[in-house]
């Protein structure tokens, strides 16, 4: 199975900050990665697939970058309302396979 | 609009079983692959399940292998999830999503919430 290794598991930030989310494969997965945003209470949503196409709909301040096995996700000026649990999955291979999260708190 | 709704959750005693259900909206459900993905209580997400759109390729999870089944019916336009020998680690919210390759997960239901306790 690829092991999704996201960094950090929580991060502290302020409104207007530029925050960046790390996943790390154990094997190459090509760009076959997407990006997920979850509330508390609420199923996940899409942001990001293919590693670096925005879901339509979600704000431009979203972006993803990477191929292969380092990916990154990034809020460039971090809204009141992106403050949740951010997920990787990886579907290049079955298993499809989660990073652990990385929950965005409010400083 | 997609809409995937979940039912079927609820209480169950460790060994028993319980068959979730997702009603497909808004797409061509015969069209696309559709998938299970849990999250226990206060932890991440885990996939468990996928099925091919004619059902032709079915996938598990080593965790529920020989345990879970899933089905769908196109001309329901619905999915399913035949648990059994529940287990207290099958606590989880459930979710359906749809899609595999890159529409995996773009699209989700709001879930539903399996107990495994006596």
């Known amino acids: 199975d690829i092991q999704m290794t996201q960094s950090p598991s929580s991060l502290s930030a302020s409104v207007g900050d530029r925050v960046t989310i790390t996943c790390r494969a154990s094997?190459?997965?090509?760009?076959?990665l997407g990006w997920y945003q979850q509330k508390p209470g609420k199923a996940p949503k899409r942001l990001i697939y293919?590693?670096?196409s925005l879901q339509s709909g979600v704000p431009s301040r979203f972006s993803g970058s990477g191929s292969g096995t380092e990916f990154t996700l990034t809020i460039s000026s971090l809204q009141p309302e992106d403050f949740a649990t951010y997920y990787c999955?990886?579907?290049?291979?079955?298993?499809?396979?989660f990073g652990g999260g990385t929950k965005v708190e409010i400083k | 609009e997609v809409q995937l709704v979940e039912s079927g959750g609820g209480l169950v005693k460790p060994g028993g079983s319980l068959r979730l259900s997702c009603a497909a909206s808004?797409?061509?459900?015969?069209?696309?692959?559709m998938n299970w993905v849990r999250q226990a209580p206060g932890k991440g997400l885990e996939w468990v399940s996928s099925?091919?759109?004619?059902?032709?390729?079915?996938y598990y999870a080593d965790s529920v292998k020989g345990r879970f089944t899933i089905s769908r019916d196109n001309a329901k336009n619905s999915l399913y999830l035949q648990m059994n020998s529940l287990r207290a680690e099958d606590t989880a919210v459930y979710y359906c999503?749809?899609?595999?390759?890159?529409?995996?997960?773009?699209?989700w239901g709001q879930g539903t919430l399996v107990t495994v306790s006596s």
């Open positions: 099925i091919s759109s004619s059902s032709s390729y079915i």
């Open positions: 999503a749809r899609g595999s390759a890159q529409e995996t997960g773009d699209y």
């Open positions: 094997q190459g997965i090509r760009n076959d």
């Open positions: 999955l990886q579907h290049n291979s079955y298993p499809p396979t």
């Open positions: 808004g797409f061509t459900f015969s069209s696309y692959s």
């Open positions: 293919a590693a670096s």
